[in-house]
C-alpha cells in the first residue's frame, strides 16, 4: 500500500465537493487536528499520507492579491462565486471545520494523556510516523543523489529543531501573534510540529488553556498570526510542488523521519525521573516504569494499522 498523492488542480472535479467527498475532507481533517495538538505530531503528516497535501497547499497558496483581478473579472455576486472557486474555499472550510472540532473536543482529553499517560500516546504516534516514513518512501518514484541529500537534510533538520531548549517565558500578545506564525508554517511542513514549536517558544500551554476556556484575545491573535504566516510560506511550498514534487517529497519524508526523536515512547525528566516534564529519550530498559513491552508495541501496532488505512481511504477519497 502506498501514499496517495493529492491532484493537481487540473485534476479537480465537481465530485470533489459532492457531500461524500466533503465529509471525508472533513474527516481528514478532524485526525489532521488531533494530530496537530500533540507536539511533536505534525498535522501536515497527516495531510500528506491522507492524500489532501497538495490540494490544500494549491488552495492556500492561491490567496492573495491575484484574487482582486478574479473578482474584477466578474464582479458581483458572480466574481464572489469565481473567488470561492479559485481558492478551493469548500474544501479548506469542511477541512477547518474538522481541524477545530478536534480541538474544541480532544484537546483537554490529549492533554490529559500527555500528562498522565505519556507512554501510551506516545507509542502509538511513534508507530503511526514510522509506518508514515515507510508508505511516503515507496512514493519516491526514483531515487539519486540530490534526493537523497534533501532526505537527509529533512532528517537532520527536524533533530535540530526537536533538540532545541524549550523557552520559558509569559507570552504577550505580539509574541503570541509571532509563535502563532512560525507555528502555522510548521504544521504545514509534515514532520515540523507547530505545537513542538508553539512549546518551544514558551506559547503552548497559553495557547491550550485558551482553547480550553475559549479566551478570545488569546485565540483571535494566534490565529490572526498563523493567517500572516500561512499566506506568506504556502506559496513557495507550492511552487516547489509544482516544479519538484519528488525532491520535495523527499525533503518532507525526511523531515517526518526525523520527528521520531521528538516523538521516541520512552522520555525521562533532567533528573532521570518522571515527576516532571519528560523531555529526554532514554533506552526502553532505563525507563523508570519499566519498558511495558506489550502494551508499547500493541500501541504502536495500532498507530501504523491506523495509518496504513488512512492511506488507503485516501486513496479512494483524495
Same mark, same amino acid.
Request: with cysteine; glycine share 8%.
Given at each position: 500500500?502506498t501514499?496517495?498523492?493529492?491532484p493537481?488542480p487540473?485534476?479537480?472535479s465537481?465530485?470533489d465537493n459532492?457531500p461524500k467527498?466533503l465529509?471525508?475532507?472533513?474527516?481528514k481533517g478532524?485526525?489532521m487536528g488531533?494530530?496537530d495538538?500533540?507536539?511533536?505530531?505534525?498535522?501536515?503528516?497527516?495531510?500528506l499520507i491522507?492524500?489532501?497535501y497538495e490540494?490544500?497547499i494549491n488552495?492556500?497558496?492561491?490567496i492573495?492579491?491575484?484574487?482582486?483581478?478574479?473578482?474584477?473579472a466578474?464582479?458581483g455576486l458572480r466574481?464572489?462565486?469565481?473567488?470561492w472557486?479559485q481558492v478551493?474555499a469548500?474544501?479548506?472550510?469542511?477541512?477547518?471545520l474538522?481541524?477545530a472540532?478536534s480541538?474544541?473536543?480532544?484537546?483537554g482529553?490529549i492533554?490529559?494523556?500527555?500528562?498522565h499517560?505519556?507512554?501510551l500516546?506516545?507509542?502509538?504516534?511513534?508507530?503511526?510516523?514510522?509506518?508514515?516514513?515507510?508508505?511516503?518512501?515507496?512514493e519516491?518514484?526514483?531515487w539519486?543523489i540530490?534526493?537523497?541529500?534533501?532526505f537527509l537534510?529533512g532528517?537532520?533538520?527536524?533533530v535540530?529543531?526537536?533538540s532545541?531548549?524549550?523557552?520559558?517565558?509569559?507570552?504577550?500578545l505580539?509574541y503570541?501573534?509571532?509563535a502563532g506564525?512560525?507555528?502555522?508554517?510548521?504544521m504545514i511542513?509534515p514532520g515540523?510540529s507547530?505545537?513542538?514549536i =508553539? %512549546?518551544?517558544?514558551?506559547?503552548?500551554?497559553?495557547? *491550550?488553556? !485558551?482553547?480550553?476556556?475559549?479566551n478570545?484575545?488569546?485565540? /483571535? &491573535?494566534?490565529?490572526a498570526g498563523?493567517?500572516?504566516? =500561512? %499566506?506568506l510560506?504556502?506559496?513557495?511550498?507550492?511552487w *516547489?510542488? !509544482?516544479?519538484y514534487y519528488q525532491a520535495?517529497l523527499?525533503l /518532507? &519524508?525526511g523531515?517526518?523521519a526525523?520527528?521520531?526523536?521528538?516523538?521516541?515512547p520512552?522520555?525521562?525528566?533532567?533528573?532521570?525521573?518522571l515527576?516532571?516534564?519528560?523531555?529526554?529519550n532514554?533506552?526502553?530498559?532505563?525507563y523508570?516504569?519499566?519498558a511495558?513491552?506489550?502494551t508499547?508495541?500493541?500501541?504502536?501496532l495500532?498507530?501504523?494499522?491506523?495509518v496504513?488505512?488512512?492511506?488507503?481511504?485516501?486513496n479512494?477519497?483524495?
Open positions: 500500500m501514499a496517495p498523492q493529492s493537481r487540473s485534476e479537480s465537481a465530485a459532492q467527498s465529509a471525508a475532507t472533513y474527516i478532524m485526525a488531533a494530530a495538538i500533540v507536539p511533536g505530531v505534525s498535522g501536515g503528516t497527516i495531510a491522507a492524500g489532501i490540494r490544500l488552495a492556500l497558496g492561491s492573495g492579491p491575484s484574487l482582486w483581478q478574479v473578482f474584477r466578474e464582479g466574481g464572489l462565486v469565481a473567488v472557486r478551493d469548500t474544501f479548506l472550510l469542511f477541512l477547518l474538522g481541524i472540532s480541538f474544541a473536543t480532544l484537546a482529553m492533554k490529559h494523556l500527555l500528562d499517560q505519556p507512554l500516546i506516545w507509542s502509538f504516534f511513534f508507530g503511526l510516523v514510522v509506518a508514515t516514513v515507510f508508505l511516503l518512501l515507496t519516491i518514484k526514483r539519486n540530490g534526493r537523497m541529500l534533501l537534510v532528517i537532520i533538520s527536524a535540530v529543531i526537536s532545541l531548549p524549550i523557552m520559558t517565558t509569559t507570552p504577550s505580539p503570541l501573534f509571532f506564525a512560525v507555528a502555522i508554517c510548521a511542513l515540523v507547530g505545537s513542538f =508553539l %512549546l518551544l517558544l514558551g506559547a503552548y500551554d497559553a495557547v *491550550l488553556e !485558551a482553547v480550553d476556556t475559549m478570545l484575545s488569546i485565540l /483571535l &491573535t494566534v490565529i498563523m493567517a500572516t504566516g =500561512l %499566506l510560506f504556502t506559496r513557495a511550498l507550492k *516547489l510542488l !509544482a516544479h520535495t523527499a /518532507l &519524508t523531515f517526518i526525523g520527528s521520531l526523536v521528538k516523538v521516541w520512552w522520555k525521562v525528566d533532567a533528573l532521570g525521573t515527576d516532571s516534564d519528560a523531555i529526554y532514554v533506552m526502553p530498559w532505563q523508570p516504569a519499566g511495558q513491552w506489550a508499547t508495541i500493541g500501541l504502536m495500532l498507530g501504523a494499522v491506523l496504513s488505512l488512512l492511506s488507503w481511504w485516501g479512494r477519497h483524495a
